[in-house]
T-cell receptor
Framework: NAGVTQTPKFQVLKTGQSMTLQCAQDMNHNSMYWYRQDPGMGLRLIYYSASEGTTDKGEVPNGYNVSRLNKREFSLRLESAAPSQTSVYFC?????????FGSGTQLSVL | AQTVTQSQPEMSVQEAETVTLSCTYDTSESNYYLFWYKQPPSRQMILVIRQEAYKQQNATENRFSVNFQKAAKSFSLKISDSQLGDTAMYFCAFRTSFGNEKLTFGTGTRLTIIP
């Protein structure tokens, strides 16, 4: 079982560049999430999707967009990257109350 | 809005000793779930233990147990017979039972097990 797969694992961007973080799960979960992790801040929710075709803002949505392409895939897009978006990004999916996380993407914006 | 507070940014303990990590939370809900997640240097998020608020009995998973005090809104994690592999960041997290499924995390405690 692959579980939750995120790509890429590492990325370096220049300020103003755009990119999309990909996430896919093979557990047939309805709910999917994007979190960012910063030192001393814990994990903060960016966006989540309760089901295919729906998305909602989390705690820190500014500067991001998401797409729930189908039940398996939930992508996160940075349209114009800023240094403040340097972080580790985690995708997750949930079965009832348990979250399953991907291995994370280390993103640096210079 | 719910908040989760972990007041110990870092802790260290000798191997084989017992250590307790603290977590408090604030909510007006009566039904909810609480979790402890472990994040080792590999960055993987691993569910350690979970507790349903309506259950009075404290959850246990092998060497890991919790002290859940609902009235005090406290949810501490006890690790017994600590091992080097327990070295990690530990996050406390909260989720309501109904409605949205968002998980709210604390800021984490970095635990180091000393050989």
């Amino acid at each position: 079982n692959a579980g939750v797969t995120q790509t890429p694992k590492f990325q370096v961007l220049k300020t103003g560049q755009s990119m999309t973080l990909q996430c896919a799960q093979d557990m047939n979960h309805n709910s999917m999430y994007w979190y960012r992790q910063d030192p001393g801040m814990g994990l903060r929710l960016i966006y989540y999707s309760a089901s295919e075709g729906t998305t909602d803002k989390g705690e820190v949505p500014n500067g991001y967009n998401v797409s729930r392409l189908n039940k398996r895939e939930f992508s996160l897009r940075l349209e114009s990257a800023a240094p403040s978006q340097t972080s580790v990004y985690f995708c997750a999916s949930s079965e009832v109350e348990k979250l399953f996380f991907g291995s994370g993407t280390q993103l640096s914006v210079l | 809005a719910q908040t989760v507070t972990q007041s110990q940014p870092e802790m260290s303990v000798q191997e084989a000793e017992t250590v307790t990590l603290s977590c408090t939370y604030d909510t007006s809900e009566s039904n909810y779930y609480l979790f402890w997640y472990k994040q080792p240097p590999s960055r993987q998020m691993i569910l350690v233990i979970r507790q349903e608020a309506y259950k009075q009995q404290n959850a246990t998973e092998n060497r890991f147990s919790v002290n859940f005090q609902k009235a005090a809104k406290s949810f501490s994690l006890k690790i017994s017979d600590s091992q080097l592999g327990d070295t990690a960041m530990y996050f406390c997290a909260f989720r309501t039972s109904f409605g949205n499924e968002k998980l709210t995390f604390g800021t984490g405690t970095r635990l180091t097990i000393i050989p």
